[in-house]
């Protein structure tokens, strides 16, 4: 259940007090406070969990302090849009806004290899006109013999490049509870330069462990992604796991499915799930194409076909792109054969942009529809 309070009402008012003196008495209850935006400004919002079914709709509804009472369903408590219009989704970080109408791209290099490549990239960014960038640090990787990723020793000049190219966020990959200390540590060290978005990966969905850990975090936002062989009930719980410990931050990133029938592309594109997202949760949606096309092939008319599965997703309305480019794919030390070449930074952004204009003329469109119906 969701208390919605007043948005005069502050925690220190004797209204606030005597609702929060009533739900103290309420055996078998917890309650969490989260701010939200809302339409005009921000609210904040009480979740009541726990055993709920016991508490009386009405007699919440009568304290002074509270504006209305929404009762939810078992899943997505948090994150979950609840047939509410008024309760909006996304955040600000880092001078960005992050919403289910922005839109980014996150391109750059699937695991940093060397401070020569993280210069290249960042630079490629840059007079690409670009503030977002993905950088993997720590990579959980199938062998292991392959390469690791180069841990916590590449932070400060993955940050310091960042800074000297104007990127203010970068993606990045945590696969343990230790590794966001030191992404702590290392923006402390070079004077916080950039900002970070912790990254689930798909292969920790449901490492209720460690979503627990980043969710217990407030300093950074969340890239979560969906698991590749779990349903998207499923992913969506996991995600719901980081809002559960208190970051509500979150970005749901679709990345392809694990099943022959994707074959011979490295998994299923899965973009289709973006407006179901969008209409089950309040979470912006992010779609990585590298991950689910897992080459650069090109269709007959030339078009990558990892920009055709993006503007896949970015059509239906995906509020962000992750994508693999590397300076020179044939040194990458991690999925070279996905990684986009330099020179195809450009005309992806283009495609990618123009794609979102289309997708916002597609929006007009079926609001006129909505008007004259
Ligand atoms: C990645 O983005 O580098 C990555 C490992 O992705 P995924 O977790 O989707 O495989
Ligand atoms: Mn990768």
């Known amino acids: 259940m969701i208390l919605i309070l007043k948005p005069e009402v502050t925690t220190d008012d004797p209204a606030f007090l005597s609702l929060n003196h009533y739900l103290e008495t309420q055996e078998g209850i917890t309650v969490q406070s989260h701010s939200i935006e809302g339409k005009e400004r921000r609210l904040t919002e009480l979740y009541l969990l726990g055993a709920t079914a016991r508490l009386d709709i009405e007699t919440l509804q009568h304290f002074e302090a509270v504006d209305r009472v929404i009762r939810v369903s078992e899943e997505y408590r948090i994150l979950g849009r609840h047939s509410d219009p008024d309760r909006t989704s996304g955040f600000e970080y880092q001078g960005l806004q992050f919403d289910q109408s922005s839109f980014h791209v996150f391109a750059g290099l699937c695991a940093v290899d060397n401070r020569e490549h993280v210069e290249l990239m960042m630079r490629g960014l840059r007079s690409a006109g670009q503030h977002c960038a993905r950088m993997g640090a720590y990579k959980p990787r199938t062998n292991p013999y392959a390469f690791q990723g180069h841990g916590a020793t590449c932070l400060p000049y993955v940050f310091e490049l960042a800074g000297k190219y104007d990127i203010k966020v970068i993606a990045m990959e945590v696969t343990h509870e230790d590794h966001i200390e030191e992404i702590q540590a290392a923006l402390e060290l070079t004077g916080h330069p950039t900002g970070v978005m912790l990254q689930i990966g798909t292969r920790n969905t449901q490492n209720f462990e460690l979503l627990k850990c980043v969710g217990r975090q407030s300093s950074f936002p969340i890239l979560f992604k969906r698991g590749f062989g779990v349903s998207l009930n499923e992913s969506l719980n996991a995600a719901e796991y980081l809002a559960s410990e208190g970051n509500s931050n979150v970005i749901f990133c679709l990345r392809g499915m694990k099943t022959e029938g994707g074959a011979p592309h490295r998994n299923l594109v899965d973009f289709a799930q973006v407006p179901l997202v969008k209409r089950l949760t309040r979470m912006p949606v992010c779609v990585d194409p590298s991950h689910s096309v897992g080459d650069r092939g090109r269709s007959p008319e030339g078009i990558l076909e990892i920009a055709h599965a993006a503007a896949q997703g970015v059509v239906a309305g995906a509020n962000l792109?992750?994508?693999?480019?590397?300076?020179?794919?044939?040194?990458?030390?991690?999925?070279?054969?996905?990684?986009?070449?330099?020179?195809?930074?450009?005309?992806?952004?283009?495609?990618?942009?123009?794609?979102?204009?289309?997708?916002?003329?597609?929006?007009?469109?079926?609001?006129?529809?909505?008007?004259?119906?």
């Open 321 to 373: 792109v992750l994508v693999d480019f590397h300076p020179n794919p044939a040194e990458a030390l991690v999925d070279g054969p996905q990684a986009l070449l330099m020179r195809e930074l450009e005309p992806f952004i283009e495609d990618m942009s123009r794609t979102h204009a289309f997708y916002r003329e597609r929006v007009a469109i079926w609001t006129d529809q909505l008007i004259d119906a």
